[in-house]
């Protein structure tokens, strides 16, 4: 069986720093390639950085030579090209775009003209990326939602507009390519309060925004990296929005 081969966008983010740790605890580690900005590299785990199954380059997201790079198969090695990417990016908040009620979205606008386009043409079919509640918010689930999530949804747009519009970009996206390319094979999914608490065994909770879903308002972030690594295999969300919490 050929080694999995996975790309990690968000690698040196609290999330990716938890997915790294738990991938590289399995009995048959994948091979890692870790996208890190240039600077950034001292941020990663030290048993990552001393790992025999991980790769890192540095360069930016806009960077199409780099993530073709990032997506290859590692020179003077057996390992294969990527066979995933999975992204943990996210907005950063600042206080600058409250003030200007900036809405620009960057790392959206690289999903769309550098990171999916660049997937394509390097025959990567299978995507796993983070976004929020508000990121693909249907019209379906605001006639079903409670008003605690209603609440927690409009927040966000309300004081981080461009946190907002960036993690919402990111998830249109990629839902739009999968729509343009049904070879693409794309799970979204949708986080509220990340937490530090928790283990990898804590409860996932994962559902639709409406009145059936009973997760709580927060969700810890090693039992979501145990989440993304089980829905790997398992797929239960392929061409999903889940949202995720904690009970």
Known sequence: MTQR????????????????????????????????????KSKVPTEALEH???????????????????LSAPEDTNQPSVTVVISFLGAYMALRPIITRDKSHPI????????????KSNGVSR????????????????????????FYTWMPALLA??????MAGIANAI???????KDLEWTVFRVPHLTQGGTPTTQVLAGHL????????????????RWVWTE????AWLRATPLLANP
């Open 5 to 40: 081969h996975i790309l990690l966008l968000g690698a040196t983010g609290l999330s990716g720093i938890e997915f790294i740790k738990l991938a590289l605890e399995q009995p048959a580690p994948p091979f890692l390639t870790l996208l890190v900005r240039k600077g950034s």
């Open 52 to 70: 025999g199954s991980v790769r890192i380059v540095e360069g930016t997201l806009d960077d199409i030579a780099t993530l073709n790079k990032a």
């Open 108 to 119: 959206a606008d690289a999903f769309e003209s550098t990171i999916l386009p660049a997937m």
């Open 127 to 150: 995507i796993i990326a983070l976004s929020t509640p508000t990121g693909c918010y249907s019209s379906a689930e605001a006639k079903s939602i409670t008003w605690k999530w209603w």
């Open 161 to 166: 507009p461009q946190g907002n519009a960036e």
């Open 175 to 181: 839902i739009s390519a999968g729509h343009n390319d």
């Open 210 to 225: 409406d009145r059936e879903f009973s997760g709580s308002l927060d969700l810890a972030r090693s039992s979501l990296a």
């Open 232 to 235: 790997l295999d398992e797929k």
